[in-house]
């Protein structure tokens, strides 16, 4: 059987990207598979392309801001989705903490550092571009936060969350987050539906040949 | 049993009412109900919201513009869609074929109109800001062209164009394609699947009351 790779493009510093998260398990049960989490830095993703968040893009519209908001509670409730509350220090500056998330799987603790910083962003609501938040939260959550944060400033590791960043503009990223199954590219919380209908359909594609 | 009123807000600009347009007969079979399509002018939209169209807001953006390509080319695919083409004239000032749309309702023929401008603009890509070719078009389809435009400069099919505007507005919409299933705003072709699930949702709630 052919199984699809389905890679799922994040920067932590996107609500959408922590709902998105919150929701792949189900679709990994579903579809028996597992979503590779890819560390990109949204920040250098607008620079390559010119693309602005929707906090700056969305301001001074009207109606549209709360659409959005309202589309995302529905996100919620559709989803049963405890604990989500919007960051107070939104935009928050997440080179060092994507860093340590390129890091983490270096250390083999990749799991468990995405859903503490995950959480910390947007369950706790913490400041997660202060250096001394960060290593709190870490600790907080069982992982060895002077390791990852030493192991963070590697040269390898810099480079390889801008390799990965490269290679999502290549493919044709624009924001977060996005995903791709095989080379099909799809943007935002609200492809999720599609996410798994294309991961299916390659599925049931593999079995053909 | 309570059938919610779902209302289409469209304006034949836009690419994606006409593609919604397309799919709307298979939801209002698979629901048994029926859209109510109401006529609003998206530049009175975009001027009392401050948005703006895709065409502007993505200049000059890099991957967002072919993203939003293929997200249409895969919504064509997946309704096997026939005929649709970009209208070479974009964007075609639409208010003379929205009056007339108001017009055509008050003299009965709403539905015909309907269908002759959506396929005038999007499978013939004529230049239906252009009188001359508007009452071909209109003619075309075995309507009555000069009693439509004529009908097009009452002052209450242009108050009522307007009304809908505003109403639209009131309700929280800011670009077409839009759509209310009864209080509940859902935007864009590709919220067509909630749409079809919320008047599911609220047809079970009125059986339940």
Known sequence: ????????LFDFG???????????????????IRFDYVPVLLGGLF??????????SLAGIRN????????????????????FRRNPYFPVNTLQIMRGAVAARHE???????????????????KMDDADVIRQALTA???????????????????????????????GAFGSPSFLVGDELFFGKDRLR???EEIMRQREAGKAQ
């Open 14 to 32: 996107s609500p959408n990207a922590y709902l998105s998260h919150k929701v792949i398990p189900d679709i990994e049960a579903r579809c028996g």
């Open 108 to 126: 083999g603790v990749f799991d468990q550092y995405v859903n503490a910083v995950f959480s910390a962003m947007w369950e706790q609501g913490l």
């Open 141 to 171: 959550a069982g992982l060895d936060a002077e390791r990852l944060l030493a192991r963070s400033q590697d040269a390898q590791v810099k480079a390889e969350l801008l390799a990965n960043t490269e290679a999502a503009f290549q493919h």
């Open 194 to 196: 599609d996410v798994e």
């Open 47 to 56: 620079k390559m392309t010119g693309n602005r968040s929707p906090a700056e």
């Open 1 to 8: 059987m052919n199984i699809p790779r389905v890679q799922f």
């Open 64 to 83: 549209k801001p709360e659409y959005e908001l309202l589309e995302t509670a529905r996100f919620v409730r559709r989803h049963r989705i405890d604990g």
